[in-house]
């Protein structure tokens, strides 16, 4: 094309060299490198907390692709506008990174929330109410109840799920009796010969459960981890000495293949109600441990386009399996981050250490009584202390201590703990004392990124040591909600000291994350990160109250390290991920009070608007295909009657 326009105007350079400078001039404007750099859409006039290292405020962000382009003024970011650009005018509202929430139980949550709108049969759970309850007869004839509507195949297994809490102080003394001591695997074989039955203990799945001869045999014998329950427990045991039918972990983490079988056409359409109102929170990346039948059901969500928020996965099902952690554990190194940027391995750990709320392992002295099964657990369920055994006067001795093992064994082998579970002191003291001496036989390396969830009890005592070997925390609010209840039990230094000290660690130079750890609004337990005031507005621990920026680097660019993502998420850099959200009040200015009024108006994920709120999207005009139009607040209406969250 230059060749021929040359030839035929070789008589006149000079129009020559215009028409030349002219067409490489076209040529530039149309490159690939320079539409590269036109943004496919800017958010400007408004109040970037972009999260970067030095907490820089900006004017507007431009994104392209599925990444951050620009960062900076307006007139900087504008430069980058296209002729197809959209431009999202935010009138002087924060925008802020994508939120990261490193603790959330999203399956659970959602079943919980929507699992009622589920049959049995699809959720695979027959519930078993306690309403009524008076004697263990009544258990056994509701359960015979259902084994006769439902006729089940000889053989199936059948999970029956109490309607009944014993954490957080609930239940009571006469249901734990029934439940504990009354009920045993011969009083289930009489109503159910031919199935092996798993029933729930009111306290979180796989912290216990009753079974039935059969279900116990096939758990002993056919599977063959007779002499790793032997060893390892916990199993209680009869005025003879025999295997009563109750279980903890590890032999309760067995029945895994058995309780988690649901299919993921069944869940993910609950699944997606509750993603809807975690994007309406402006929650774009969620960690937490996740059985398998879970992991399924959110890759078929992404598979139609319907995932709203990256998953960092704990593997759950793996511990409790292994029956030699040294030699097994082996086959999983490497795995921890293997993944892409919405589905990847941050964990291979023992999900829970102990048990939650009264069950937390402590070395704090009751003085009062925290709940109805305090007899059961008096220290709490301290699975890594080689003296615990199970249950007060009910448990089998065992010989050897599978978390120990674990935990040693994944250390040696460089496999990162996380996404579980440290309720108590107790727990924290005897892991920090492992970690110590991990990194002496193999170095700090080995426990590169170890952190424990949840801050329930932590002694600040033990905060330089955590420091020194690197090890961080992941913290919910929620316990602060709790310090009532603690200071019944333990006292009122205990629940003003020990409860969630997240500013304790930011002075002592740990890392520390938000994690929600319940059903809740996002913006609510931010609220408490500031004020540290239970429902009845008494504060607890106000030496612990955070300022907003650390409260924001939480739940972002600190989140983003703890999920293994710090390089691609958790502030708003040029280059790094689209994630972003705008919100409807100035986070920074507003009393610490109103935090919890904050609506989101805009959810980003990946460089895509997922959520919009109603009133923003006819102000903008913006109707993106395949966005959530909606309310945060209009969403918890299609929530089954008394499943909304109270805030």
Same mark, same amino acid.
């Given at each position: 094309?230059?060749?021929?326009?040359?030839?035929?105007?070789?008589?006149?350079?000079?129009?020559?060299?215009?028409?030349?400078?002219?067409?490489?001039?076209?040529?530039?404007?149309?490159?690939?490198?320079?539409?590269?750099?036109?943004?496919?859409?800017?958010?400007?006039?408004?109040?970037?907390?972009?999260?970067?290292?030095?907490?820089?405020?900006?004017?507007?962000?431009?994104?392209?692709?599925?990444?951050?382009?620009?960062?900076?003024?307006?007139?900087?970011?504008?430069?980058?506008?296209?002729?197809?650009?959209?431009?999202?005018?935010?009138?002087?509202?924060?925008?802020?990174?994508?939120?990261?929430?490193?603790?959330?139980?999203?399956?659970?949550?959602?079943?919980?929330?929507?699992?009622?709108?589920?049959?049995?049969?699809?959720?695979?759970?027959?519930?078993?109410?306690?309403?009524?309850?008076?004697?263990?007869?009544?258990?056994?004839?509701?359960?015979?109840?259902?084994?006769?509507?439902?006729?089940?195949?000889?053989?199936?297994?059948?999970?029956?799920?109490?309607?009944?809490?014993?954490?957080?102080?609930?239940?009571?003394?006469?249901?734990?009796?029934?439940?504990?001591?009354?009920?045993?695997?011969?009083?289930?074989?009489?109503?159910?010969?031919?199935?092996?039955?798993?029933?729930?203990?009111?306290?979180?799945?796989?912290?216990?459960?009753?079974?039935?001869?059969?279900?116990?045999?096939?758990?002993?014998?056919?599977?063959?981890?007779?002499?790793?329950?032997?060893?390892?427990?916990?199993?209680?045991?009869?005025?003879?000495?025999?295997?009563?039918?109750?279980?903890?972990?590890?032999?309760?983490?067995?029945?895994?293949?058995?309780?988690?079988?649901?299919?993921?056409?069944?869940?993910?359409?609950?699944?997606?109600?509750?993603?809807?109102?975690? #994007? =309406?929170?402006?929650?774009?990346? *969620?960690?937490?441990?996740?059985? +398998? @039948?879970?992991?399924? &059901?959110?890759?078929? %969500?992404?598979?139609?386009?319907?995932?709203?928020?990256?998953?960092?996965?704990?593997?759950?099902?793996?511990?409790?399996?292994?029956?030699?952690?040294?030699?097994?554990?082996?086959?999983?190194?490497?795995?921890?981050?293997?993944?892409?940027?919405?589905?990847?391995?941050?964990?291979?750990?023992?999900?829970?250490?102990?048990?939650?709320?009264?069950?937390?392992?402590?070395?704090?002295?009751?003085?009062?009584?925290?709940?109805?099964?305090?007899?059961?657990?008096?220290?709490?369920?301290?699975?890594?202390?080689?003296?615990?055994?199970? #249950? =007060?006067?009910?448990?089998?001795? *065992?010989?050897?201590?599978?978390? +120990? @093992?674990?935990?040693? &064994?994944?250390?040696? %082998?460089?496999?990162?703990?996380?996404?579980?579970?440290?309720?108590?002191?107790?727990?924290?003291?005897?892991?920090?004392?492992?970690?110590?001496?991990?990194?002496?036989?193999?170095?700090?390396?080995?426990?590169?990124?170890?952190?424990?969830?949840?801050?329930?009890?932590?002694?600040?005592?033990?905060?330089?040591?955590?420091?020194?070997?690197?090890?961080?925390?992941?913290?919910?609010?929620?316990?602060?909600?709790?310090?009532?209840?603690?200071?019944?039990?333990?006292?009122?230094?205990?629940?003003?000291?020990?409860?969630?000290?997240?500013?304790?660690?930011?002075?002592?130079?740990?890392?520390?994350?938000?994690?929600?750890?319940?059903?809740?609004?996002?913006?609510?337990?931010?609220?408490?990160?500031?004020?540290?005031?239970?429902?009845?507005?008494?504060?607890?621990?106000?030496?612990?109250?955070?300022?907003?920026?650390?409260?924001?680097?939480?739940?972002?660019?600190?989140?983003?390290?703890?999920?293994?993502?710090?390089?691609?998420?958790?502030?708003?850099?040029?280059?790094?991920?689209?994630?972003?959200?705008?919100?409807?009040?100035?986070?920074?200015?507003?009393?610490?009070?109103?935090?919890?009024?904050?609506?989101?108006?805009?959810?980003?994920?990946?460089?895509?608007?997922?959520?919009?709120?109603?009133?923003?999207?006819?102000?903008?005009?913006?109707?993106?295909?395949?966005?959530?139009?909606?309310?945060?607040?209009?969403?918890?209406?299609?929530?089954?009657?008394?499943?909304?969250?109270?805030?």
């Amino acid at each position: 094309m230059f060749g021929g326009i040359v030839m035929m105007l070789r008589s006149n350079s000079l129009r020559v060299s215009a028409i030349i400078a002219a067409l490489v001039g076209m040529t530039f404007l149309s490159s690939p490198t320079l539409r590269a750099q036109q943004a496919d859409t800017i958010l400007h006039n408004g109040k970037v907390l972009t999260v970067d290292a030095n907490f820089s405020i900006a004017q507007a962000v431009a994104v392209q692709g599925n990444k951050i382009a620009a960062v900076g003024t307006n007139a900087q970011v504008m430069a980058l506008r296209g002729p197809n650009t959209r431009v999202i005018d935010l009138k002087g509202r924060t925008l802020i990174p994508g939120l990261i929430d490193t603790h959330n139980h999203i399956h659970s949550y959602a079943e919980d929330t929507y699992g009622s709108v589920m049959t049995p049969q699809e959720n695979h759970r027959y519930p078993v109410d306690w309403k009524g309850v008076k004697t263990e007869q009544d258990v056994l004839n509701q359960i015979k109840g259902l084994m006769d509507k439902n006729k089940f195949p000889k053989g199936k297994w059948v999970y029956f799920e109490n309607q009944l809490s014993f954490t957080g102080g609930g239940g009571n003394a006469a249901q734990a009796k029934i439940l504990y001591d009354d009920m045993n695997r011969y009083d289930l074989d009489k109503i159910s010969p031919d199935n092996p039955i798993v029933l729930s203990m009111g306290i979180p799945d796989f912290n216990g459960f009753l079974l039935n001869s059969m279900a116990i045999d096939i758990i002993w014998n056919k599977r063959g981890y007779s002499d790793f329950i032997t060893k390892y427990g916990r199993f209680w045991i009869d005025n003879a000495g025999r295997p009563d039918g109750h279980l903890e972990p590890p032999a309760s983490r067995l029945l895994g293949d058995y309780v988690l079988d649901r299919e993921p056409a069944v869940l993910a359409p609950y699944f997606k109600l509750y993603n809807d109102e975690l #994007a =309406a929170s402006g929650l774009t990346t *969620i960690s937490t441990r996740v059985p +398998q @039948e879970t992991l399924k &059901a959110y890759q078929l %969500l992404h598979s139609k386009g319907q995932m709203t928020f990256r998953l960092g996965y704990g593997r759950e099902e793996v511990f409790g399996t292994l029956k030699n952690p040294a030699q097994d554990l082996k086959q999983y190194v490497g795995l921890v981050g293997s993944g892409d940027d919405m589905f990847w391995v941050t964990s291979v750990a023992p999900t829970a250490v102990d048990g939650a709320s009264t069950r937390a392992c402590t070395n704090q002295k009751r003085i009062s009584s925290y709940g109805a099964i305090d007899g059961w657990w008096p220290l709490g369920q301290c699975h890594t202390d080689s003296e615990f055994s199970g #249950a =007060a006067k009910r448990s089998a001795k *065992i010989t050897g201590n599978y978390f +120990q @093992e674990w935990t040693m &064994a994944q250390g040696m %082998l460089g496999i990162r703990f996380a996404n579980t579970h440290v309720a108590g002191d107790r727990s924290v003291a005897s892991l920090l004392n492992m970690v110590e001496e991990i990194q002496k036989q193999k170095g700090a390396a080995a426990t590169k990124g170890w952190a424990f969830d949840h801050c329930f009890l932590v002694n600040v005592k033990d905060l330089p040591k955590a420091k020194r070997l690197g090890v961080g925390f992941s913290c919910a609010p929620k316990y602060v909600e709790s310090a009532g209840s603690v200071a019944t039990a333990y006292g009122e230094e205990v629940a003003n000291n020990f409860m969630v000290p997240m500013k304790s660690m930011i002075n002592a130079g740990v890392h520390v994350t938000y994690e929600s750890d319940r059903d809740m609004y996002t913006w609510f337990e931010m609220e408490i990160l500031l004020t540290r005031k239970d429902r009845k507005g008494k504060v607890w621990g106000a030496q612990e109250k955070l300022n907003k920026t650390e409260a924001l680097h939480t739940i972002t660019r600190w989140a983003a390290e703890y999920v293994l993502k710090g390089d691609k998420v958790g502030s708003l850099e040029k280059g790094k991920l689209a994630d972003l959200v705008v919100l409807d009040k100035d986070y920074m200015t507003i009393p610490d009070e109103q935090v919890s009024d904050i609506r989101p108006q805009l959810t980003m994920l990946d460089g895509k608007i997922i959520f919009l709120a109603t009133g923003f999207s006819q102000e903008t005009n913006l109707k993106p295909a395949g966005a959530l139009i909606s309310t945060y607040d209009e969403l918890l209406k299609r929530r089954p009657e008394g499943a909304r969250p109270d805030f």
